[in-house]
């Protein structure tokens, strides 16, 4: 293999709602590139997913407050002006502090000074997950080192980082990619032709076939309908509109509903479901492995994620578990909002409401709930588009040329290498 490596910067690793980027580190080193990680944060999440073992590549953690780590931030500092790209960063950086001036800024630069003198000399290329903080970082290290720099757009970055600033990484990076037509469309009005579609989908190689499943419509309280909702508790997730729409369902029909995912909004959820009366129907599961998360979606007789705008502007791309939900044929229900639409068809492969109305979802889990055989139809549907439209290996066969290309290997650059392969499976 050759000694040149990646760089992947990100701002958590490893992370339970980032399954996105685990599949895609994995998919990469199994084509035959050699990474580094790069965080700026320590992982938080107790759990893992197996695929965060199978990764090859170590990581390395930037110091999340320079308070932290004095000595690296100095010595970063100390191999800084020793090197002729100085004055550019500088300069660039004033420009920046002066439009964003805010302590988060300066560790920015801080972070960038350590990761610029520590990387190897064999990383020829850095590679950035979000066009927000993690960017930043990636981008000055780049400019002080001599690196280029390319970037994965997904959501939250996409829409509440600054027209000014979004527009200057566009333009600076080599290349970049998103992963809905929603976040392509804005990125493209603010500089065209600089990022390129590129779908996550899945590795159906480590999902299980879709289970059978029993038929409940809701009218036997021994048999009640098993609901589904898996998502950090954000407001942009939309479980306050789930818990209101389920508060209105007709008394007459049964349900329990599981709640898997953690988040700063757990203790108003739940005094939300108890002022529902809906505490005995609701169990919080906190946030879980991968294979959790399957084996509940297997148990499942329908998915639900009503996602919306949250204040601020931060928003969903296209949500992974809906994909997730898709390879087991389960049913989903769902907003028509942000990237959903470019992955069900409402009537076809799920049902999609308009965001932010619980009135709209409490009528559409009527429906459902009474008609099992549609449900079936739909979470068919959903598992035929995901196979054929949304496998990940157009994705990754994208992002790896570009890396190679970036970085100065040859495009059949150990892809099939039977060494790497095997670590890697």
């Not at 073992?53 to 932290?68: S, V």
């Not at 500088?90 to 630069?109: G, H, I, K, V, Y």
């Not at 809906?278 to 998915?303: C, H, K, N, S, T």
Request: hydrophobic content about 45%; proline content about 7%; glycine content about 8%.
């Amino acid at each position: 293999m050759s000694a040149k490596r990646v760089a992947v910067v990100l701002k958590g690793y490893p992370r339970l709602s980032e399954t996105f980027i685990a599949q895609e580190l994995l998919a990469l080193e199994r084509s035959g590139l050699a990474l580094e990680i790069w965080s700026l944060r320590r992982p938080t999440d107790r759990a893992r997913h197996p695929m965060h073992a199978q990764i090859r590549a170590g990581a390395a953690y930037l110091p999340e407050y320079l308070r932290d780590a004095p000595l690296r931030v100095l010595r970063g500092l100390g191999a800084a002006l020793r090197r002729p790209n100085l004055p550019a960063l500088l300069a660039l950086f004033a420009r920046d502090l002066r439009r964003d001036p805010t302590a988060s800024r300066l560790r920015r630069l801080g972070q960038a000074l350590v990761l610029a003198r520590e990387l190897p000399a064999e990383v020829a290329h850095i590679h950035v997950h979000f066009l927000h903080t993690p960017a930043s970082v990636a981008r000055y290290a780049a400019l002080l080192t001599g690196r280029r720099w390319s970037f994965s757009a997904h959501a939250k970055d996409i829409w509440t980082t600054p027209d000014w600033e979004l527009t200057e990484k566009l333009r600076d990076a080599e290349w970049g990619v998103t992963c809905t037509r929603d976040g392509l469309a804005r990125l493209q009005a603010l500089a065209p032709g600089r990022t390129q579609l590129a779908y996550h989908g899945l590795d159906l190689t480590r999902f299980p076939a879709p289970p059978p499943r029993e038929l409940r419509d809701g009218t036997d309280p021994d048999r009640a309908l098993r609901l589904l909702c898996v998502g950090r508790m954000v407001a942009k997730k939309g479980h306050d509109d789930l818990i209101d729409a389920l508060a209105a369902l007709p008394a007459h029909l049964h349900w329990r509903l599981d709640l898997i995912g953690g988040g700063d909004l757990r203790d108003a959820l739940e005094a939300r479901i108890a002022a529902g009366g809906l505490a005995e129907r609701v169990r919080f599961r906190g946030a879980l492995a991968q294979p959790a998360v399957i084996e509940a979606m297997r148990a499942a007789d329908l998915f639900v994620l009503p996602t919306k705008p949250a204040p601020g502007g931060d928003r969903d791309g296209l949500p992974n578990v809906l994909m997730e939900a898709a390879s087991q044929a389960l049913p989903i229900l769902a907003t028509a909002f942000a990237g959903t639409p470019e992955f069900i068809t409402d009537g076809v492969h799920g049902v999609l409401v308009p965001p932010g109305e619980p009135a709209a979802l409490a009528d559409a889990l009527t429906r459902l709930a009474g008609d099992p055989g549609y449900r079936q139809r739909l979470g068919a549907a959903a598992l035929a588009r995901l196979v054929q439209d949304f496998s990940a290996e157009a994705a990754i066969a994208l992002i790896a040329g570009r890396l190679r290309a970036s970085a100065g290997l040859p495009q059949d650059a150990a892809a099939h290498e039977p060494e790497l392969t095997a670590c890697a499976s």
